[in-house]
């Protein structure tokens, strides 16, 4: 995709972008790895600790843990939205906070208190998922076209 | 129970690196590195990767978003294998995530009493 | 306006954290020593739901003998019930990989061996500290049989649950 | 009078009379905290909503700027604001309390100089006799409508900029008497830039083409040379944006100094501040320039300076559908009479 946008880009643009790229700071990749690495690493390291909580205190099994461990995070996530630190997490984080089950909150619980100023019906209502959404709809639309491809190849007997 | 902490930091932390890697080098948005983390859930899952990875780390596989796609075709599947192709189209409305009804309900209460910060 | 705020708040997430553990409670316990389990091995001893079958107590024996064998397995707990055999067991970690294999390598070789009985295998830590657990209780010779039964019944349904 | 391709020149030289500023918590704790007429300690300003927040900041700014000259809000014969948010309703809201025939302005960042030039343009030709011109951001309401909610966990590049949350207005007159006032001098109005960069984190990168053509085209329309004046000072390119529009001046044989060439983005807030790459937003030159600098020319630091405020001129909805961001600069020169 680059590729074809810079072949529409007029010789005057390539020529700028290239003297733009010098003073561009770049992103401190390794040091972004590591610190997504540590953060997401213990974050589910604490979604860990819960599961044995919930194995060991409650009538939950290994797999039937997995729902309440969710939740439980999830609800985590919420306080930490609301008292304004999960911002601050992300920044430090990047995809260490966004790419466990508490950036999904992060970012459903985010919108819908962000709107509240437009109402509960139409701002919290109509922008919950303005960032979730997708996520939503290409888990589930993959998870119809996998189930699908899969089944009809159990049926045809290839698998 | 000690090594299972271990693997859970190492293979999520690994997950959260790959999106990182995703955000960084390939410069997609938030939103398309989560698509693009659930749509390789699901499709680990339909080659039957994903459960192992399960077993193996724990929480380090199902608390990443990734988890969202494998739980998905996991409740479509078995819904298949009672009732064939029909099966597919009727697990799609029965499975639900708890991620997504744990995100709505305290969603609606983090409104409820919480403000933005800024 | 704030205080009346800070309040709201408060209630809400007392109202949620109750609502959780009141969810949960009604579940039954289980006791520190068999929690251990989780954490180290502790090789419990093969029993019998009627701690008068010898015949049961053997068959409990031999088939944890069996099961221990293999290279993947540090920990087994059997239990004979008047019905099933409830087969728990612990995978060495980097094995786990391979746990739905090694299930039906354990199905496989039980199916083999005793082909008159019910077997109810699982990896489940959850099952394995419940079968320690009730292996701990039926050591108290006043523990009734019964009771012995339906505790095991429970465990069963709880592997049911999983599928 | 029109001069050269694209300028004007003010032969009457408004005098900007009074001016003012508001801050919010962020900008408090910024080196420039001192020079903000009015400071907040909250982002929501006592208001339900950031947006009315916004509105808030902006009518603080121009009531302290009318404050400051001795005016009434009935003196003035127009007012030319504009903000980033939709529709800009911020400061239509404010121009309804304030009751000024009014002139909605955007000009994404580049606002508070559209307004400058205008209302210079305006004094000048005896088109009014007093007129009030400002410009505003809000740092949430512009996270809110450009980027993500202000609570999401999403990790900023080190290319992206802090919106400003803050205003600054000032108030123009034909006044006769001109000795030791501020005045306006000259303008020159930018042409839209494209130079094919879409990241909506790294507007500097953006905006730093149309700097450098509104500069250069200034100098060559005013036939001066850059060391006319003791301060070149853009609006808000941020660190990237400055030192690329530095270097494309050097290029095209500008000779101008590092000290003499400065970013409000960059001169707002402290160094250990966590904006990235500087401050941005529309209120970002507007407070700086209807504050700290403006007093630093009252104290006699510049005699004459030339500001340039950049502007973005992008939405959420024109960066999802591909399109590069077009960027804007107005210049306007400002003197020690």
Not at chain 3, 138 to 152: G, N, T, V
Request: with cysteine.
């Amino acid at each position: 995709m680059g590729d074809k946008k810079k072949q529409k880009m007029t010789p005057e643009q390539q020529q700028y972008q290239e003297l733009e790229q010098k003073h561009e700071l770049k992103r401190p990749v390794v040091k972004n790895c590591i610190k997504a690495f540590l953060v997401g690493g213990l974050i589910c390291t604490i979604g860990q600790a819960i599961t044995y909580f919930y194995i060991y205190f409650f009538n939950f099994t290994e797999q039937t843990a997995g729902n309440p461990t969710v939740a439980t995070m999830i609800f985590l996530s919420m306080l930490l939205t609301g008292f304004g630190v999960y911002d601050h997490i992300g920044q430090f984080a990047g995809a260490g906070s966004a790419v466990p089950v508490t950036g999904f909150g992060n970012s459903v619980i985010s919108a819908a208190i962000e709107h509240r100023t437009e109402g509960f019906v139409l701002g919290v209502g109509g922008n919950m998922f303005k960032l979730a959404g997708s996520v939503i709809l290409f888990g589930v639309f993959a998870a119809f076209v996998v189930a699908l491809v899969k089944t009809l190849l159990t049926m045809m007997g290839v698998l | 129970m000690l090594p299972m902490f271990f693997w859970a930091f190492v293979v999520g932390g690994l997950i959260c690196v790959f999106g990182q890697l995703m955000f960084d080098i390939v410069k997609l948005t938030p939103g398309h590195t989560m698509s693009l983390l659930v749509v390789i859930g699901a499709v680990l899952d339909g080659f039957g990767l994903y459960e192992p990875l399960i077993d193996f780390a724990g929480a380090g596989a199902t608390i990443p978003i990734t988890s969202f796609g494998n739980s998905l075709v996991h409740g479509a599947l078995q819904e298949a294998e009672q009732h064939g192709l029909v099966g597919v189209l009727t697990g799609m409305f029965e499975i639900t995530s708890s991620g997504i009804s744990a995100a709505v309900i305290f969603g609606f209460i983090g409104a409820l009493i919480f403000k933005p910060k800024g | 306006m704030m205080n009346m705020k800070q309040a709201v708040n408060l209630l809400a997430i007392l109202i949620m954290l109750g609502a959780g553990t009141a969810g949960c409670t009604s579940f039954g316990k289980t006791s520190p020593e068999s929690r251990a389990s989780m954490i180290q091995s502790v090789n419990p001893d093969p029993g019998a739901t009627n701690d008068l079958d010898e015949k049961d107590i053997k068959l409990a024996k031999k088939v944890k003998k069996d099961i221990a064998a293999l290279d993947e397995i540090y920990d087994v707990a059997v239990i004979t019930g008047k019905k099933e055999i409830l087969v728990a067991y612990k995978v060495k970690h980097l094995k786990r990989f391979g746990m739905k294999r090694i299930e039906k390598e354990i199905n496989k070789k039980l199916e083999k061996n005793y082909p008159d009985e019910d077997f109810i295998v699982s990896s489940d830590y959850k099952i394995f500290i419940e079968a320690v657990e009730l292996r701990e209780r039926m050591k108290d010779p006043s523990f009734p049989d019964k009771k012995a039964e339906e505790q095991l019944q429970r465990i069963i349904s709880l592997k049911k649950e999983l599928t | 009078m029109l001069i050269g391709k694209q300028s004007w020149q003010f032969a009457n030289k408004p005098v900007i009379e009074s001016w003012g500023s508001s801050g919010g918590p962020f900008e408090a704790e910024g080196k420039l905290a001192a020079d903000f007429d009015v400071l907040h300690d909250d982002l929501w300003m006592g208001e339900e909503s950031y947006e009315k927040a916004h509105r808030v900041l902006l009518e603080e700014a121009i009531k302290s700027a009318l404050q400051k000259g001795n005016f009434n809000k009935e003196d003035m014969q127009f007012m030319l604001a504009g903000d980033l948010i939709n529709q800009i309703t911020p400061t239509s809201f404010a121009a309804r309390t304030m009751e000024i025939p009014y002139f909605g302005l955007f000009g994404a960042c580049s606002t508070s100089m559209e307004g400058l030039a205008l209302a210079s343009f305006i004094v000048n030709y005896q088109g009014a006799k007093k007129t009030v011109t400002g410009a505003s951001s809000h740092n949430s309401a512009a996270e809110k409508q450009f980027r993500y909610p202000t609570e999401y966990g999403g990790q900023k590049p080190p290319t992206a900029q802090w919106t400003v949350t803050g205003a600054g207005a000032a108030v123009l007159t034909d006044n006769p008497d001109k000795q030791g006032k501020i005045v306006t001098t000259s303008a020159t109005i930018g042409k839209v830039v494209d130079m094919g960069i879409s990241d909506p984190f790294n507007m500097g990168g953006a905006m730093a083409p149309a700097a450098a053509d509104t500069i250069s085209a200034h100098f060559k329309d005013l036939n001066r040379e850059p060391s006319y004046y003791d301060l070149v000072v853009t609006g808000d390119l941020g660190r990237i944006g400055q030192a690329t529009t530095y270097e494309l001046l050097q290029q095209s044989g500008l000779e101008i100094t590092k000290e003499q060439f400065k970013d409000c983005g960059l001169l707002i807030y402290n160094d250990d501040q966590p904006v990235q790459s500087g401050g941005s937003g529309a209120g970002c030159s507007a407070s700086v320039l209807y504050g700290h600098l403006l007093n630093q020319m009252k104290n006699g630091v510049y005699k004459r300076i030339l500001v340039v405020a950049t502007g973005a001129l992008l939405s959420p909805l024109s960066f999802q559908q591909n399109e590069t961001i077009p960027c804007i600069a107005h210049a306007v020169s400002i003197e020690m009479n």
